[in-house]
């Protein structure tokens, strides 16, 4: 058991066993397969051929070992609202591209993670740690130079049974608490609704799919590494329209309407890392004509990049992703950024190559990281920023992403 893991066993000893908590699974998906699942046996592994189907893998595959769900996007006061939503592909670039404009841009991150423990599988009771839930939430309001943060850590044990109500069989939802990310009970929606009631801040927004998913790597099947068994499933819903409210620290109640763009990914795996790898580096942007731009890459602890990868779906309706292969995709650091809580260094501006051209990668706000060492123990930078052209005109926004900087990642 790694050092890491007995630290979140030991902070579980002293979680509440009040806490609401929920995982669905896929609505295909048979209660027995879902309880072999919950008791380490396997019963989906994560493999190349493996066909993605919606909304069954909306929903918790329980019998990977880590699983997370993760939302950001960017909001403005909901003047123009409409225009912006209705249309990503015009006048988008005119709402969000002068300083004052910036000065009312605020970010979001909602992030829920799963973890599959391997412990305790045959023993009963809702004490048993088979899984752990837990979840992050930030802010970053430009103007006033603010990111709140927060974070979840439950223990669930119980098996998916319809006749004790332990989780629902729906296509998909994740919740700990009054904290929630789901999908619409109807199946005909295509709305996600999440809600977040952390200590100083509270978020609630719609976020609407406009586009297709998009499906990551190899229809889906994600290489993170130079062996194939480091991957994972993965697939991303860019172009989000996300409205809703927020209120931040120091309200008393939220704020006016916002609206703007949200991503939302999620990726199942059982193992992530190769042993070489510290960390990665990782963007999703919308941009403003409608396309959508994912890379990243997994770095070695001297910096260089060990694998990489990415894709690029432009906004023409049915337009086919194109993936990039490990040596298509370049990451090349620029303005480092120190930070004062923990020492860590991240750089903050990027030039990112890839097949869909060369852009600089600029992040809102320097003082965006998130310590996560009250539950998933890690430490890392997760930011609001812009997406330039080689002209330097912003083309659009989104969340870069930066783990190993504080320290090698441990993913369980």
């Avoid at 009970?185 to 978020?203: G, H, N, T, V």
């Avoid at 070489?276 to 959508?292: K, Q, R, T, Y």
Wanted: glycine share 10%.
């Amino acid at each position: 058991m790694s050092p890491q893991r007995r630290r979140w066993l030991a902070r579980l000893a002293g979680v509440s066993a009040g806490v609401t908590v929920g995982v669905t699974v896929g609505m295909t998906a048979s209660l027995r397969a879902a309880a072999q699942a919950v008791s380490g046996e396997p019963t989906d592994t994560v493999r190349r051929g493996r066909a993605i189907s919606f909304p069954r893998d909306h929903g918790a595959h329980l019998a990977a070992r880590i699983e997370w769900w993760y939302a950001t996007g960017w909001l403005l006061p909901s003047e123009g609202a409409e225009r912006i939503n209705a249309n990503p592909n015009a006048n988008a670039n005119a709402n969000v591209n002068t300083a004052a404009d910036n000065q009312n841009l605020l970010g979001f991150q909602i992030t829920f993670f799963r973890s599959r423990t391997g412990l305790a599988s045959t023993l009963p009771g809702r004490f048993a740690p088979r899984q752990l839930l837990f979840a992050h939430a930030a802010i970053t309001e430009l103007a006033g130079g603010k990111h709140p943060h927060d974070q979840r850590l439950v223990r669930w044990s119980e098996a998916p049974d319809a006749a004790t109500g332990a989780a629902s069989v729906i296509d998909g939802a994740v919740h700990i608490g009054d904290w929630s990310l789901k999908r619409s009970a109807e199946l005909s929606a295509s709305r996600w609704r999440a809600q977040i009631a952390a200590k100083d801040f509270s978020i609630d927004l719609n976020l609407d799919t406009t586009q297709p998913p998009l499906l990551q790597g190899d229809a889906g099947f994600s290489r993170k590494g130079p062996q194939e068994q480091q991957a994972s499933h993965y697939y991303s819903l860019p172009q989000l329209a996300a409205a809703g409210t927020l209120r931040l620290p120091g309200a008393q109640r939220p704020g006016p309407a916002l609206a703007g763009r949200g991503w939302l990914d999620q990726e199942w795996s059982d193992q992530i890392l190769h042993p070489d790898a510290v960390g990665w580096d990782w963007i999703g942007m919308n941009l403003f004509d409608g396309s959508a731009l994912t890379a990243f890459e997994l770095r070695r602890a001297d910096g260089s990049t060990l694998w990489a990868g990415g894709s690029f779906r432009s906004a023409a309706q049915g337009a086919a992703s194109r993936s990039f292969e490990p040596g298509e995709v370049q990451w090349t650091p620029g303005r480092i950024w120190r930070s004062p809580v923990t020492r860590a260094n991240y750089p903050v501006q990027w030039a990112v190559r890839t097949p869909a051209g060369t852009f600089t990668v600029r992040s809102l706000a320097d003082a965006q990281e998130l310590d996560g060492r009250g539950s998933t123990g890690a430490i890392y930078w997760e930011g609001l920023s812009e997406l330039l052209n080689a002209q330097g005109q912003r083309v659009g926004l989104g969340y870069l992403e930066m783990t190993g900087y504080a320290g090698r990642l441990q993913m369980g």
